[in-house]
């Protein structure tokens, strides 16, 4: 019997109403008591790392899931993690990022209302989640949700109350999941054991500017003590504003003076070119300038997390930037 480490660390499905609102109260032991059948598919073992709002999740707490997996991971089969849903597809990322190329599943899934709730979605959601964890062809890092397996670096929330709350973007599901039948979509093959890369460090100065009209420029400048890299959500398929110089001269300051700058859309689908319209095209070939494409901007944060924790050199950082991890890219650059 394969043997699966469960990873507790609090989110909706482990909440209780207080006074104050849902807050995490269940252990990890009474979420896994709470689900029919799960300890008779595999040796679960449960491990309470944490009892949080997702909220609060942040890069550090990312890397004491990235230690316990590692610390376990050569006796276990296989990993699932019950995470808040708010901020998940941020540690979905994260954690591909952190443990590359891995042939044991690392699994990520939660609830929009909590286990005690008459009509939660936790359950199915548990033991949907160790099916697929259980599966030999399941590899690398996943959300499984509502019968849906998605990449992690594709995942995005886009519901906040539906049990349909995730989405895969630009990248088509891992797989279906019906009863206890696993139906892929996206077969890909196992890495070798031997193909397991860990990594340590995360940067976490990197700052996500969405343009709106009239946004002022001079927030480049108010940012740059702070962080090392901006995120810049534009206008439809690349559109920066240029009814003055403002932004040009920012953008190029920024960039010049040694800091990054990933340039995305705010529409959530088809990704973004700097190529197609004049009001991008000037940003399109400087080296400090990277167009993240079709990536998911929870993906482009954790990316560029762990790049800069890797490196600061510019032309390293777009080396690694282009490279396809996970599915975050369809193509590398």
Known sequence: MKKILMIATGGTIASKETEEGLAPAMTGEELAESVPGIKDKCCLTVLQLMNIDSTNMR????????????????????????????????????????????????????????????????KINIYQSILYALDGNSHDVSIVFNGKAIAGTRARKQRTRSFDAFESMNFPYLAIIHDDRILRYYAASSPAPESLKTYTNLNDRVFVLKLTPEVKADIFSLLENHYDVIILETFG?????????????????????????????????????????????????HPGILQAADMTTEAIVAKMMWILGQTNEQNEIRKLFYKTINHDRLFES
């Not at 610390?71 to 952190?98: C, K, P, Q, R, W």
Request: hydrophobic residues 35%; charged residues 20%.
């Open 59 to 122: 890069p550090r707490l990312w890397m004491m899931m990235r230690d316990t997996i590692i610390e376990h991971y050569d006796n276990y089969d296989g990993f699932v993690i019950l995470h808040g849903t708010d901020t998940m597809a941020y540690t979905a990322a994260a954690l591909s990022y952190l443990i590359q190329d891995s042939p044991k599943p690392i699994v990520l899934t939660g609830s929009q209302k909590p286990m005690g709730n008459p009509y939660t979605d936790a």
């Open 237 to 285: 398929i690349g559109g920066i504003p240029e009814y003055d110089d403002s932004f040009e001269k920012a953008i190029f300051s920024w960039v010049n003076s040694g800091k990054s700058l990933a340039v995305t859309t705010q529409v959530p689908e088809e990704g973004c070119d700097l190529e197609v319209y004049k009001v991008g095209k000037k940003y399109s070939e």
